[in-house]
């Protein structure tokens, strides 16, 4: 798989709690690639969490702070980067994610919602009705997602392990150029 992939990166899109972080450990430890998180990052960066991004300095400052982060990583090589199910949203990320293989975890709302439902670390959910924000949420962001290299559907069942397992059999068949 390394050999298939040639040091190219790996990124993660898709939405809040479909499991692009938990994922994208495995993978690297998997193909021995780096792991990058784009939040983890961020709030390093930021020296603050991700809620006091928000909170403090509002949205707009957060997608700033998001592109700038996947600017810096994009000119690495050999990595697995779980991005925010944002990065999406803006257009020039899109030059930095075609840098690298796009991976779009897809999972029913239902399956986000449980898992979110005890989360209070995603600002843009601490809403009255978790439920409609992330419908809405995946209603404006489903046309950019399916802009990715890979689209992998994933069941209630299936484990991280199995995902994981599930994208690097897929990167085959979408490898640029073979
Ligand atoms: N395949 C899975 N099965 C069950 N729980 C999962 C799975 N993948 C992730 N989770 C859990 O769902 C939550 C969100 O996962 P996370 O990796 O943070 O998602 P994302 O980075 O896409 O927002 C975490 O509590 C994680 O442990
Ligand atoms: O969907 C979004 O806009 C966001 C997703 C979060 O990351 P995860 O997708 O890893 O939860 C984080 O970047 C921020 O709370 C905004
Ligand atoms: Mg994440």
New binding site residues.
Partial sequence: MTNLLKGVNLYLIG???VG??TVGKLLAEKIGYRFIDT?ELITKVAGKS?NEIFAQNGETEFRQL?SNVLAQVCSYTKLII?T???IVTQQYNWSYLHHGLIVWLDAPIPILLERLAEDHT???LQDSDPEAKLRN?LEQRQPLYSQADLHITIQATETPEEIATHILKTIPNVIKGE
């Fill in positions: 939405m809040m709690g692009k972080t939040d991700i998001e779980a925010g199910g944002g995603r600002p843009l949420l």
